[in-house]
């Protein structure tokens, strides 16, 4: 019998529509979306969109990496007519390096996309 394998914050990947999701939260909420999409009340449902905080660059010859930061949704919401990127997070996954991410993505990109932090209920 094959187990299911659980990560460091002992989230439990579950799969709903061919797509692998970190947690139950995760896919639930992508159940919603959905759910929302069909409705007409979101458009461009978008699975794990990237986007970069900061360009690579060279450092005294060596090559520094690019920061980039991966949500976990984005759509375009037609009740607001807004653009929005959210990610699926609970207490325990909201660490500081989320915390640094999420400032500079606002810094980048506050003015044109709405940024949401959905909370990723107890199952």
Known sequence: MRRNKYNKYNNRKTEVNGY???SKGEARRYSELVL??????????CCQPRYTLQEGF?????????????????????????FVVEDVKSIATLTT???????????????????????????
């Not at 929302?36 to 449902?45: D, K, M, Q, V, Y």
């Not at 690019?66 to 949500?71: F, G, L, Q």
């Not at 989320?98 to 993505?105: D, G, I, N, P, Q």
């Open 58 to 82: 060279m450092c005294r010859g060596k090559r520094i990496r690019a920061i980039t930061y991966i949500a976990d949704f984005s759509y375009i919401d037609t009740d607001r007519g807004c």
């Open 20 to 22: 692998v999701f970190d």
């Open 36 to 45: 929302l999409e069909a409705s007409g009340a979101i458009t461009g449902l």
């Open 97 to 123: 390096v989320f915390a640094v991410k999420r400032k500079l993505f606002l810094r980048l990109y506050g003015e044109k996309i709405d940024f949401r932090i959905v909370e990723a209920y107890n199952v």
